[in-house]
């Protein structure tokens, strides 16, 4: 499978939107706090099209990601593949690239995911490690180290 890779734009707004909410739905509904308006509203006051870097197969955008630079780490502030795209090594192949981007600067990566969302089993599997708990979310970190995580 070949993936490429671009910067989004603003006309890609509703697309992210659409993935976004797809890929957040089931983990929502499960702890009741599905809202697909308040999902649009809350992704669309954040959008930073430079910021975000669509995921494209066959030219058709499956997927986005925001990774931040901060000053001690890297945050992965959003990270969805389209549901129907799912189980098929994107995102593995993904997130691979991402920890090895902040790998190369000796920075590790930090994330947030919701405690009811399945994504938590994934990012365990690619080595993040479970720093704390709020509320409604898991917070992760995956070291800088060059060790093999096994998950």
């Known amino acids: 499978m070949t993936l490429s890779f671009k910067t989004a734009v603003l006309t890609d707004l509703e697309k992210l939107i659409s993935i976004r909410i797809a890929a957040m739905k089931e983990s929502l509904e499960n ?5 697909p308006i308040r999902a649009r509203e809350r992704f669309t006051k954040k959008f930073i099209p430079e910021q975000t870097t669509l995921v494209l197969k066959d030219a058709e ?3 986005f990601y ?7 780490h890297y945050w992965l502030d959003h990270f969805y593949i389209n549901p129907a795209i799912q ?3 994107v995102g593995s192949a993904i997130i ?6 902040a790998s190369e600067q000796k920075l590790p990566v930090k994330l947030c995911a919701l405690k009811e969302s399945r ?8 080595g993040f490690k479970l720093t704390h708990s709020e509320e409604w979310d898991n917070y992760y970190t995956h070291p800088h180290l060059t060790e093999n995580f096994s998950g």
């Open 96 to 101: 691979e690239q991402i920890i090895d981007r």
């Open 119 to 126: 994504a938590n089993n994934f990012y365990k599997k690619h």
């Open 61 to 63: 955008v499956i997927g």
């Open 87 to 89: 189980n098929n090594g």
């Open 31 to 35: 702890v009741g706090r599905f809202d």
């Open 66 to 72: 925001v990774l931040l630079a901060k000053d001690d």
